[in-house]
Each structure stands twice: as C-alpha cells, then as structure tokens.
C-alpha cells in the first residue's frame, strides 16, 4: 500500500499515526457507532475501526535525525521497604536478632500481633517481637536487659530451671529445597553456672520435634561471639514450610544472648544467590538505592563491623533498619549483577558534609575509584512526609549547597536534582530551575500510578483502560518538562524518572503483581524510549519487591513486570527508530487523577530500535486490548532485509489479574521462541501482551 510522508508528532517521538482508511462496511460503522454510545457514559470513547479483516499497517523507517537510546532506561531501584532487604536479598534469615524494642511502628506492630495472637502473648513475657516462648508453659524465665548488650541498646538473659529446658524461638522460612546446611552466630555471656547453650531448628509450633541442632558452651563472663552450624537432613521440610529457630539452655545456669544470625551456606557475601541470579539477569545498568527512608538515613550507621552496627527504626516505612546491609554489601550487590550504583543523598536530616563524605567513601570503595558515579540530590523533597523537607524557596538552595559539597569532592560526579512527579511539577521545577540550583545534569520525576479516577462509581473495565493508556499520555508531560526547561535556559537537561510503578489496593484492576502491571510496564517502557531526546534514566519500583523479585516463606520468583523489564534491556536498543502504523486508539476522559485526559492511545503500542552495531532491529509490542489479538503487518523494507530467524519474546498470561506468587511463581514469564519474520508479513500479537521481536537484518 502506498504510505503518505513522514509526520512528527512532538508528544510520540519516533511515532506517526497512519491516517485510517475510509473504506469501513457498514456493520462496521454501525458497530462503532453503537460502541460509542455505550462507552459514552464511562467517558471512554474508541476509533473507529479497521474493515473486518484487515491487519494492522505498521511501517519502520529511520528518522532523519538519528536518536541514541540509552541503556540507563531500564534501570531499578532498591530500597529497605518492606522485606526488599532484611528477608529479601539479605539472606539472614532471623528477624530482630539483637532483640530490641522500637524497632516496628505501633500500627506495623500491632499488624503481626493481630497475625499471630502468640506474638502479643509473648510481649507480656518480655520478649520482643517476633521472638517467642519454646514454651509458654514455663512461664516468665525470660527478661530483656538494657545497658548490657553485644549489639545495639538490649539483650535477652535466658534462665532455665532443673532439669527442664528454657528457650525462645522465632519462626523462620528455610530454602531447603536448594540449601540443607545453615550456619550462624551468636553473642554470649555467661551469667551463673555452666552455660550450655543449644541452637536448633524445630518444626513450626511443634518444640518437641528438633530437625538439627548444635550446643555452644558460654565459658566466658564477658561478652564474646560464638559460630554455629545446622544442618537438615533430605526432605525433612516440604515447600514453603516454616521452621522454628530456637534457643535453649537446661539446668543452673542463665546466660545473656544476643546478636544472633542464621545464613545458608550457599549465601553469596550474605545474599540470597537465587535472587542475586534473577537480578543479574535483569541487566540493569544502573541501581538507585534510595526512597523515603532516604531523608533519614546516616550512611555511617551501615558501614564497619556487622556485629558493632546498631539496629534502629527505619523513619519512612516504620520497620527495622539492622543497618547488616549497607554502602558496603550494597555496592558489592551492584558488582555482582554487573551494574553502576546510583545514591540518594539525604537531604533531609543530612549534612552536605556527611553528603561529601559518602561520595568519598563510595568513590575509594567502588571500582578504579575515580569516582564519576551518578547521585541523588534527596528524595521527593516537595512531599510533607519526607523527613526534614525543605520549603520549595528552600529547596533550590540545599539541592546548591550538596551540588557544590559534592562536586568539591568528585568533579566528575553526575547529579540528579529532585523534580516534581509525573503530575504536579511545573511550580516545583520552576525552583529548581533558578539560578540557585544549576550545577546538575538531571532533574528527577516519579510516576507512581493508582486506580483514582475522578469518575463516581467507574467500572473495573473503565479504570483498567484508563491506567493502561496512562504511559501514553505521559509523553504530553515530558514535553512539557522540557519545554519548560528550554525556557529557563537549561536545553540540555534531561530528565530521570527515578522511581516509576502502578499500585493499586484493589484485586480487580491492574497492579504491579499482575500482567496488567506488566502491560502498564511495557507503555511505560515505550514512551521512556520515544522520548530517548529527553529522559535518559528510568529505574523500576523496585529491583525487589513491587515490579521486581520477591521472596514469600523462602521462595523466590519474579513479578510480571520483572519479565517485562528485562526482556527490553536484553534486547539492547540503541538507535531509536521511526514508526508509522493505523492501530486503533481509544481516548479517555475523567479518568485517573494523575492523568484523566489520554487521547488516541493505541490499542497495538509499537516502538522500533536498532541494535548497537545496527545488525538487529527490535520491535517492542503492547497490546492493551483486553479481548482482542491485534494483526499486523510488517513492512520493514526501508531498514533493509531480514535476514535468519528472528527471536520473540512474549509475555502474557490468561486475563489481566493473573500474577506469580510463592505457589506458582511461573505462572507468567517471557516465553522465547524463533519465527521466520520478513518484510510484508504478518503476525499476530495476542491480547493484552507485551512481545519483543529481535529480527536480524541486513542493510541496505
């Protein structure tokens, strides 16, 4: 067929909309006109459609002007939030090990204790959660003891009676399908009589059935750390059953403990290996570790001795900071998945001294220590939540100040200051756009999507549609972004989504545990790509939990969102390329309240890339229709001639609501397959599903 000439639109760059053909049959135009009428209520409206039968037109071509994308658009990000560390990566296994009180918020407390009633029992005994009586028969041989501790401000005196064995335990998830052997430690001090401490693994809430165990003799009245190992016999712990740890003592004796550990032997540097593999096969280039919780943080607190290193409330999210995972063990986690760190400074409670500090810190312990890593001016500094946030008058002058203290120390480094979010930045970034705050290469933005649309009472299928066109509409903001930014004289600034996710509370609608999260990652993935001229960093919420890896009772697996991510950045884009095609689009009106407006979305999302030596071009593919596999042709005779086979990615699953969990952790992945793809032909790209072609090609 013949195309018309190439048109830019400023909001999709890289994408042309191929006007549709008006040849429609008459059931067709009285199939739309009835849609219409129907959706008109729900503020959703369509285009109209395709004559029966016809695929799709989709043309790549190579723009005039020739676009890098770059690598750092498929990034992630860490933060110690929810158990992404403690109980994620970090492969200790025991919670609050140094047993102190005030390591929960009151409304997280009182969440495990409803839960598990024992847990509150257990408080009136002295014991801290999550530690538990051996048994609760022996009442109160237990009592927590402030000012004499191995580690942070308490430890636990243990005083057994004759001939009857006094402990407490804690329940743990073991990953005894890969690993049987355990080892630890532990802080003792013999108080009275001889100390013979037993460590063991018993079944859940079943004391009396020890799996292993090993005894330790406390022969010292001063504080020391002993070493311990267990070890499981084949097939004692079916999937995903909890173990009790215990800890134990019979006779005359009492000792105070404290500061203990339990790893697998198979740890890697103290990480679980099985999500450090799934990570690096994320080839992300760059790991943001940052967040709320950010504005609080004393890097100092997580470096040194483990066993000197204090635990302490984590401010932004109300849980522990143990502080075991800190700039060390996170830099060592960016070495191992082979990507660059990207640090969040505190500009909360921190110093630009502290500031220049850590960059100096980082920069002798990472790499050729030259230095020129990427930094994070704050985090969300214009939210009233973030510890220590500053006025917006404030804000250009502290972000000034740590650019300077910085720079002063690392010249080369490459700074991120913090910009508004995807919605409510204009007014932000006009401060930040002053001449207080101007020695930074990028300014941040956060897009945290949720299900609130401004419609009463709108249908599950309306708020789905609604969040799964937002991606698109994004891009009228991006270009809103950087005009303004033109405008304040700063042409060469680019931009950093530094956190991006949709999360809803709903189980009816997409969410980042779902394929409609995965959906919803892939248009988010395109838009960051056609607007390659603009934003040059984009890191996934998060590299753990949210759209990225989990751990639930010991298992590990990936979100839908994890394959979505890394397919893209396996695929390696780097030359941005144009695409025209006639994709049916709806529009949507009065709908989620960071973007309610979103015109034409394309039900058949589709960006073009070449690979780094051009040998490649890469198609990735959205379709957000719920119900209906999209047809398409492939005309790709102005890039040159395929050549081989071609490799497709593909990720979908049955509905929008299905998801991995700790039971099924494969329900959906990105399942390969080779196909012949030539210029002219036509594939068929399943209902709501994310593919990615990598076709090899000979140029012309």
Request: with cysteine; aromatic share 8%; glycine share 8%.
């Amino acid at each position: 067929m013949e195309y018309p000439p190439l048109r830019d639109h400023a909001s999709q760059i890289g994408r042309t909309r191929l006007p549709p053909i008006r040849t429609y049959s008459l059931l067709a135009l009285v199939s739309a006109s009835l849609f219409a009428v129907s959706l008109s209520s729900a503020q959703m409206s369509e285009s109209a459609p395709l004559p029966a039968g016809r695929p799709i037109a989709i043309r790549v071509s190579r723009p005039q002007t020739p676009q890098e994308i770059a690598p750092t658009l498929f990034s992630s990000f860490l933060e110690p939030i929810g158990h992404s560390t403690y109980g994620g990566l970090w492969a200790d296994v025991v919670v609050n090990p140094s047993f102190e009180e005030g390591l929960w918020s009151a409304e997280n407390l009182e969440e495990q204790w409803n839960a598990d009633p024992d847990l509150r029992a257990a408080s009136s005994l002295g014991l801290p959660t999550p530690w538990k009586p051996l048994d609760f028969a022996e009442g109160s041989r237990y009592a927590p003891i402030r000012g004499d501790a191995a580690n942070s401000a308490q430890s636990m005196l243990l005083m057994p009676l004759p001939e009857k064995e006094v402990g407490i335990r804690e329940q743990v998830y073991l990953p005894a399908a890969r690993e049987l052997q355990y080892h630890g430690s532990i802080w003792l001090k013999r108080i009275d009589g001889p100390a013979q401490v037993r460590l063991s693994l018993r079944r859940s809430s079943r004391p009396a059935e020890v799996l292993a165990e090993t005894v330790l003799t406390a022969s010292s009245a001063g504080w020391n750390p002993y070493e311990f190992h267990l070890a499981l016999k084949p097939d004692t712990l079916a999937s995903l059953e909890p173990a009790d740890f215990a800890i134990s003592l019979e006779g005359n004796s009492r000792v105070l403990i404290d500061n203990v550990s339990l790893f697998p032997d198979d740890a890697v540097d103290g990480m679980d290996p099985e999500v450090i593999a799934l990570a690096r096969a994320l080839h992300s280039p760059l790991v943001r570790f940052g967040g709320n919780f950010t504005s609080a943080y004393d890097w100092h607190d997580g470096v040194g001795p483990a066993d000197k290193r204090v635990s302490m409330l984590n401010l932004a999210w109300g849980i522990p900071e143990y502080n075991t995972f800190g700039t060390d063990e996170f830099l060592r986690f960016c070495a191992l998945i082979h990507a660059q760190p990207q640090i969040a400074l505190n500009l909360g409670t921190g110093r630009t001294d502290q500031a220049a500090a850590w960059v100096r810190y980082v920069n002798a312990h990472w790499g050729d220590g030259k230095g020129g890593l990427t930094w994070e001016l704050g985090n969300e500094l214009w939210g009233s939540y973030q510890v220590g946030y500053p006025a917006p008058a404030q804000a250009a002058r502290l972000t000034a100040a740590n650019s300077e203290a910085v720079h002063g120390v690392d010249p080369a480094a490459h700074l991120i200051a913090t910009g508004g979010d995807g919605g409510l930045f204009h007014d932000w970034n006009a401060q930040m756009l002053t001449d207080d705050a101007k020695d930074f290469e990028y300014l941040s933005s956060h897009f945290i999507v949720n299900e609130g649309v401004l419609l009463p009472n709108a249908s599950d299928d309306f708020r789905t549609m609604a969040m799964l066109a937002v991606p698109w509409g994004l891009s009228g903001r991006i270009d809103a972004m950087r005009q303004q930014a033109v405008a304040a004289h700063r042409p060469d600034l680019k931009f950093a989504f530094t956190e991006w996710l949709m999360i809803t509370d709903s189980h009816t609608v997409p969410n980042y545990s779902n394929l409609g999260g995965a959906i919803f990652a892939g248009g988010f993935l395109n838009t960051m790509m056609r607007h390659a001229d603009t934003v040059s960093i984009a890191d996934m919420t998060g590299i753990l939990e949210f759209g990225g890896i989990w751990k639930k009772r010991g298992q590990v697996y990936p979100s839908p969102a994890y394959w979505v991510l890394r397919s893209y950045a396996q695929a390696g884009p780097h030359f941005l390329l144009r695409v025209q095609d006639d994709s049916p689009t709806y529009s949507i009106a009065k709908g989620l309240v960071q973007l309610p407006d979103v015109a034409h979305a394309p039900y058949l999302d589709v960006v073009a890339a070449l690979s780094e030596d051009q040998s490649k071009l890469i198609l990735f593919c959205v379709n957000r229709s719920l119900t209906r596999p999209e047809q398409a042709t492939l005309d790709l005779s102005a890039i040159g001639e395929a050549s081989g086979m071609a490799g497709i990615t593909t990720i979908q699953g049955n509905g929008i609501l299905d998801e991995n969990n700790a039971y099924a952790p494969d329900r959906i992945s990105g399942v390969k397959h080779t196909e012949a793809i030539r210029s002219g032909g036509t594939y068929t790209f399943p209902n709501a599903s994310i593919t990615v072609m990598e076709i090899p090609m000979h140029a012309h």
